[in-house]
């Protein structure tokens, strides 16, 4: 990862809170570090700068769900009540990329929340944000069927791949939606048989985004 110094990575903040950020320590994390491990105390804030943050959640069973993603800019809300409540961190996180962002001990992490209205109105809208993703999340456990969740997970990374065919393993889509790699190896092949995609080892085709999107609709 190329190293840029503090004073360009402070011009990357938004201006509400560049101020707060004055002394931050700018830090660079490998692919694959574990963040955070579940009931770990929290001691620093990060803005993230680059790269993608996965929280999750472990099941008894062995089973994961993706509770959501940080990318930059965006909060780990559960960070944040880590430092803020004193508490252990309720899940886990692990780096997906390489990150670059800027930390924040705990300490001047509060100065910044006592000295800044700005910095604090700032983290008071994202958070509201991720608290919105996370009852979507809640709702779509809760309410909606697998075969529509699976459908509707492949759509949304179809287009972010623009069409291209997905490098991921039914494995890698059950620990995603908190299911076991069966129900979605299941799903995946009636989707097949629907002509909606291709199954291939390691990866996914998409034949038709308008039957899928009808799988989705009607699940």
Same mark, same amino acid.
């Given at each position: ?7 360009d990575l402070i011009t ?8 707060? +950020? ?5 830090? @660079?994390?490998? #692919? &694959?570090?574990?963040? +955070?491990? @579940?009931? #770990?105390?929290? #001691? ?6 680059? &790269? ?9 069973? &062995? ?5 959501? !993603? ?9 960070? =944040?009540?880590?430092l803020l409540c004193g508490?252990? +961190? ?8 390489? $990150?670059? /962002? ?8 509060? #100065? ?10 700032? $983290? *008071? ?5 991720r608290i919105s993703d ?8 809760? +309410?909606?069927? *697998?075969? *529509? ?16 065919? $997905? ?9 995603? $939606? ?7 190896? !299941? =799903?995946?092949?009636? *989707?097949?048989?629907?002509?909606? =995609?291709?199954?291939?080892? /390691? ?7 308008? @039957? ?8």
């Open positions: 990862m190329a190293r840029s110094n503090h004073s990357q903040l938004p201006p509400e809170i560049k101020e707060s +950020f004055l002394n931050a320590q700018a830090v @660079e994390v490998p #692919q &694959g570090t574990q963040l +955070f491990r @579940e009931m #770990q105390q929290c #001691q620093s804030f990060m803005w993230l700068l680059e &790269g993608t943050v996965r929280v999750f959640k472990h099941s008894p069973e &062995g089973r994961e769900i993706t509770l959501y !993603r940080v990318n930059p800019g965006e909060i780990c809300v559960l960070s =944040i009540q880590s508490e252990g +961190f309720p899940a886990e996180a692990v780096a997906e990329t390489d $990150l670059l /962002g800027l930390q924040l001990n705990k300490q001047t992490f509060n #100065q910044a929340l006592d000295n800044s209205h700005d910095f604090h109105r700032y $983290l *008071l809208k994202i958070l509201s944000r996370i009852m979507q999340l809640v709702s779509q456990v809760t +309410f909606q069927h *697998l075969d *529509l969740r699976v459908a509707c997970h492949l759509g949304k990374m179809f287009e972010r791949s623009a069409g291209k065919p $997905l490098k991921t393993t039914h494995a890698q889509i059950a620990q995603e $939606l908190g299911t076991t790699r069966e129900m979605v190896s !299941r =799903i995946l092949k009636e *989707l097949e048989r629907m002509k909606c =995609i291709r199954l291939a080892r /390691g990866e996914i085709n998409l034949l038709s985004s308008e @039957e899928l999107k009808g799988m989705g609709r009607t699940s």
